[in-house]
């Protein structure tokens, strides 16, 4: 018996409505009278919302290929918008303006015009600012600059969400800086776990050379750390203080360049080619329909994936096929920030399962980064069965790929830093 899970076109959840939300966005204008102030105000709050949120979504190489909009077309591309902290007098208007986007419009407004973007939004890091005092690292002690620097700054509004712990009791308790230094990868996944996130980063600042005299220059190691107990360098670079500027000053812009990396990797990562589908079947096994449920919610929140189909549904497994944007490695990257998995098992049979306590994963390799070279034997176990592999553009009336066009493996070059998942 077969069904279809969702159409074509999958129900816009509350994560894409999210990723095309722009907060807070503040305007502030003045005119001969309150009314014109306003609409003075809309009008640049239009603009600048526009900007941030291509910012958020297209690689800074494609930023020049972003059509220039008037505040009346931007328009046309938003839902609505919402006002706080409005503050107004007889000629001026100031306010805190969130503008919530269509993405399907804009999808369209960038695909047409040839750009490439991403919307898959990564689980939260948790960064972890050590500074160098002598022969010792501090954390959560006095005397951490990079620490105070990170703890002020705005909340990230890019595709990564970065979290700065408190420093309360529980996080001085939960790891000491000793610790962290050391990479203890059971207390770095334990604190990740407590701020629900997947992974830590490890920025050690080493201030060198005379601050008062300008002279300043900041050395940062950063490694990540992720919950499955991996870690890997993500950045090695000095930054040498400006003339006149300050210590603060010179630690936010390290700051700033630091997470404007972090940004930039993950979307360097996961642009999708929309324009190039492939088709993966996989194995769904199940303990209940409550995994069922969980993993129709989850993939709904995965934007590469176009649409799904069940062929066939028991108590124990559900056999699905996935139509999807991009390469298979964009693909599980993206299932692994809404908690699931595409791993080969035994007889080299995609499966996909729930990430979580009570559902471990368990058996079988992980995806790996260029699954056509099992493609072969894969073919010989399941005679026709379609394996993962092939990126050849799908005909968009038939939905059949065409005969004779080889695989080309579908998955993106390393990028360096690697991006934080």
Do not use: C, H
């Amino acid at each position: 018996m077969l069904a279809l899970l969702w159409a074509a076109a999958p129900p816009e959840t509350a994560m894409a409505a999210e990723v095309f939300t722009v907060r807070n966005v503040p305007v502030d204008a003045t005119a001969a009278a309150a009314a014109s102030a306003r609409d003075a105000a809309l009008e640049k709050g239009y603009v600048d919302a526009y900007a941030l949120l291509m910012q958020r979504l297209v690689p800074n190489q494609d930023l020049p290929k972003v059509p220039q909009l008037t505040s009346s077309q931007i328009a046309n591309y938003t839902v609505d918008f919402s006002v706080a902290r409005e503050r107004t007098s007889t000629v001026r208007y100031l306010a805190d303006i969130t503008y919530r986007f269509r993405p399907d419009e804009v999808r369209r407004l960038l695909r047409t015009n040839g750009i490439g973007f991403a919307e898959t939004k990564s689980k939260p890091v948790v960064v972890l600012p050590l500074q160098e005092t002598g022969d010792t690292a501090v954390l959560w002690e006095d005397g951490n600059d990079w620490r105070d620097v990170w703890s002020r700054r705005d909340v990230s509004d890019g595709l990564v969400p970065l979290i700065v712990p408190l420093g309360d009791l529980s996080d001085i308790l939960s790891i000491s800086a000793e610790e962290v230094a050391a990479g203890d990868l059971q207390k770095l996944s334990g604190l990740a776990q407590r701020y629900g996130a997947g992974s830590v980063l490890i920025s050690r600042a080493a201030l060198r050379g005379d601050v008062e005299g300008g002279t300043a220059e900041l050395e940062l190691n950063t490694t990540r750390f992720d919950t499955d107990g991996t870690s890997q360098p993500f950045l090695a670079e000095t930054y040498r203080q400006e003339t006149g500027e300050t210590l603060e000053a010179f630690m936010l812009r390290a700051s700033d360049a630091l997470e404007a990396l972090i940004q930039e990797s993950w979307k360097a990562s996961n642009v999708i080619q929309f324009g190039v589908q492939s088709v993966i079947e996989v194995d769904v096994p199940l303990t209940g329909l409550g995994d069922w449920v969980k993993i129709q919610q989850r993939l709904r929140n995965v934007p590469a994936v176009v649409s799904s189909q069940v062929k066939a549904i028991s108590k124990q497994q559900v056999d699905m096929s996935i139509t999807y944007a991009g390469d298979e490695k964009q693909l599980s990257l993206a299932l692994r920030q809404n908690d699931l998995t595409l791993s080969l098992n035994e007889v080299l049979v995609w499966e996909l399962r729930l990430i979580g306590a009570d559902n471990p994963v368990t058996g079988g390799s992980t995806m790996p980064s260029s699954p056509t070279a099992l493609q072969n034997d894969a073919s010989q176990l399941q005679g026709e069965r379609l394996v993962p592999g092939s990126s050849a553009p799908i005909n968009p009336d038939t939905g059949v790929q065409p005969e004779g066009v080889p695989s080309t493996g579908g998955t993106s070059g390393a990028i360096s830093p690697q991006p934080v998942e």
